[in-house]
């Protein structure tokens, strides 16, 4: 008989498990940070079971927020519009300059009430290993809004995550400022911050701490 070859010590992952749709599904989940195969099943059989007025609103958020959602021109935070909402609010300080890895460091900050000035999102931390040099952040865009003579800057306070990375991106990005515009403060978070973890887990009174005694590089 040659049935039973097709059933024999072929491995069953090679036959996708589900219906094409669940499978992607899966997958499309799988990429997601955080999420790995079983969450990601876990989830895709939570959204199968939802009725549709439930899980459609997600759908229709994941695509509004692409389609409408891009990078403020300024400080490349996320913004609807040509520019985001700090850097349209004239009551926020123009001189004071939070440099952040991404835009949700942001939030973070903003919660703690500690900062009235504006923000710039570099978009990552420097990581040759990983092939991330300083053309591949935002650092050239920050240089040249501290040398804009229109809007003069007092303070540029580096708040890259206390990691490895976070580190070498303050220092690079110190001693770049230290080149050209050695009359501006540049500073960096004081300490209390877990050291290796990310801004955005540090709690607000932590960071509110770390932002008032933040100290010069
Ligand atoms: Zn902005």
């Known amino acids: 008989m040659t049935r039973t070859s097709t059933w024999s ?7 996708p498990v589900y219906a094409a749709p669940v499978n ?20 895709a059989f939570h959204i199968l079971r939802m009725p ?15 389609e409408t959602v891009g990078q403020c021109e300024v400080c490349f935070n996320l913004a609807v519009g040509p520019r985001c909402r700090i850097c349209e609010d004239t009551r926020r300080d123009a001189d004071l300059i939070c440099v952040v890895e ?15 000035g504006r923000y710039h999102v570099l978009g990552g931390a420097l990581s040759p290993i990983d092939g991330v040099d300083p053309e591949d952040l935002k650092i050239a865009e920050l240089y040249e809004r501290v040398k804009d003579p229109a809007h003069p800057v007092r303070e540029v306070v580096v708040a890259t995550n206390p990691t490895t990375t976070g580190e070498a991106t303050a220092l690079h990005i110190a001693a770049g ?25 540090a709690d607000e009174l932590t960071l509110g701490r770390a932002l008032a005694g933040r100290r010069a590089v």
């Open 52 to 66: 549709p007025e439930d899980v459609l609103p997600l759908a229709e958020a994941i695509r509004e927020v692409k």
């Open 9 to 15: 010590s072929a491995p069953q992952q090679a036959e």
């Open 102 to 116: 991404e835009p949700g460091d942001v939030i973070p900050i903003e919660r703690t009430n500690e900062w009235s």
């Open 177 to 201: 400022l230290r080149e050209f515009a050695s009359d501006i403060t540049v500073t960096r978070l004081a300490s209390g911050l877990p050291v290796g973890a990310d801004l955005e887990y």
């Open 24 to 43: 992607r599904l899966i997958t499309e989940l799988a990429r997601l940070p955080g999420i790995g195969q079983r969450t990601a099943q876990r989830l």
